[in-house]
């Protein structure tokens, strides 16, 4: 396997099993040395530039994250008509922050009361705003948070430490299409008086996906 | 009729882990991430097709994977039915030799810095009319699956099936996935947020007011 390095060599199958033997199972076992694998050979054959992969690392690593999410937050509790703006159609205005890429195409906003609260998931993959809070954390992705939440999102949110009143339903938005929905939390107590800059340190990444609330900034 | 991605509602799961982690637990992480978007324009893989390919990974391997292994796993199956990398070669860790035919798909750094906050939205005018509003009680194909692929991609979660719901919004027009992560065409149609009541959907809601809103095309809808 892996003898006749020739183009022409590249559909013959050589082995019997090479038919029904996924590619992916022909990778070396370390997980580390597969992605080596795969980007040694793309960049081989000229397919993938490595200094593109560094530059999407440092892309996702230093230019996306949850602060982007905040602004909006803060914004949305200082401005009014921001945020009835936000909550009819929030794409003009995230255009307008420069709040744009990809997994942000088409933003809900939705909003707590003291009637509802809103908590996001993708019980089949992982979508998740990208321009506006960054690359999912690992509790988003997790079986167990994509399998329980839609089925008992209170004692999910109670291992978050969220305790929610029984006055307050709770509405799971399963992100099974490519809106991606953002929660506007409800502006704390004891926040009066303070300015945008002030409040986007109490959003919480959580807070913005319905497992927490805002909190004082440590 | 389900695969094994399609995991909402299941019991078994133990506490959710709620630490936080870095966003790549490693350096390789977040190369497979990045490797996974630079090679997309290589096959011209949509995003439904990229989640087809890790969903259709084998039970037994897509449960003992970790997220970003699965990420390489599916791209790897990608890369050889899309034929930009053969069994050989992936078995081999050799390539063949360039690919003149499709290399000026690479992606440039440039390209990644202009693309940083570039969106390609996924709604489209010329589809069918919506046959509802909100409001409207709906209800959901029964048996959850693919009408085109046996086993294909779809985005209607087996817990949400044969369910009556309420339309909460219209999102327009959309891309349809069953269609688009098999190369069959982008068929876009209406897409609906479709509330749920926790006691319609589980036998033993937490909570008589609770919701799950799940965001389902036309097809996968009747008036109720």
Redesign the interface.
């Known amino acids: 396997m892996g003898l006749d390095s020739t183009a022409q060599g590249r559909h013959r199958c050589i082995m019997p099993h090479d038919h029904s033997t996924p590619g992916h199972a022909l990778l070396p076992p370390e997980p580390e040395l597969r992605v080596k694998a795969l980007e040694t050979l793309l960049v081989g054959k000229g397919l993938v530039d490595p200094a593109a992969l560094d530059a999407i690392v440092d892309q996702m690593q230093n230019h996306v994250g949850p602060r982007a999410g905040a602004r909006v937050i803060a914004r949305a509790w200082t401005d009014d008509a921001f945020r009835a703006r936000i909550l009819a159609d929030a794409m003009p205005d995230l255009i307008d922050m420069g709040l744009t890429g990809a997994q942000g195409e088409h933003v809900v906003v939705v909003e707590n009361t003291p009637e509802v609260h809103n908590v996001v998931v993708c019980t089949l993959c992982s979508c998740y705003p990208w321009p506006l809070l960054g690359v999912p954390p690992a509790w988003y992705k997790s079986d167990a948070y994509r399998a329980r939440v839609v089925r008992e999102p209170r004692g999910v949110l109670a291992e978050f430490g969220l305790n929610l009143p029984s006055e307050q339903a709770v509405r799971v938005w399963d992100s099974t299409a490519e809106i991606r929905y953002l929660v506007l939390p409800m502006r704390p107590d004891g926040t009066e008086g303070l300015d945008t800059d002030a409040l986007e340190a109490w959003v919480t990444r959580n807070a913005m996906i319905g497992t927490g609330l805002p909190q004082a900034p440590a | 009729m389900s695969r094994v ?17 870095p ?4 350096p ?1 992480e ?6 996974t ?3 997309m324009p ?1 096959g011209g893989w949509s ?1 439904d097709a990229r ?1 087809h390919g ?2 259709t ?2 039970p037994a ?1 897509y ?1 003992a994977y ?4 699965k990420w ?6 990608m ?3 899309g034929g ?17 035919d ?2 000026a ?5 440039d ?3 202009a ?9 489209r005018d010329d589809a069918p009319a919506p046959r509802f509003a909100p409001g409207d009680a709906v209800v959901t194909l029964a048996r959850p699956g693919n009408a085109f692929v046996p086993g294909g991609h779809t ?3 087996a ?2 099936a044969g369910l009556k719901g309420r339309v909460l ?1 219209y ?1 327009g027009a ?2 349809f ?1 069953d269609t688009q992560a098999h190369g069959l065409g982008e068929q876009p149609h209406p ?1 609906y ?1 479709v ?1 749920f009541a926790a006691g319609d ?2 036998d033993a809601p ?2 008589p ?9 036309q097809p996968y809808l009747g008036p109720a």
């Open positions: 991605h399609d995991m909402g509602g299941r019991f078994g799961d133990g506490p959710v882990d709620t630490a936080e982690h966003a790549f637990k490693a390789w977040a190369r497979a991430h990045a490797l978007m630079a090679a290589l995003i989640r890790r969903e990974l084998p391997t449960m970790s997220y970003y292994e390489i796993a599916g791209l790897a199956d890369l050889v039915s930009v990398l053969s069994r050989d070669e992936i078995a081999s860790g050799r390539s063949d030799g360039p690919r003149p499709i290399e798909r690479r992606l440039t750094p390209m990644v810095a693309n940083a906050g570039r969106m390609v939205p996924y709604t985005r209607l979660p817990y949400a919004r999102h959309h891309v996935p897409l947020a509330a959907l589980w937490e909570h007011r609770d919701e799950v809103v799940v965001d389902l095309w």
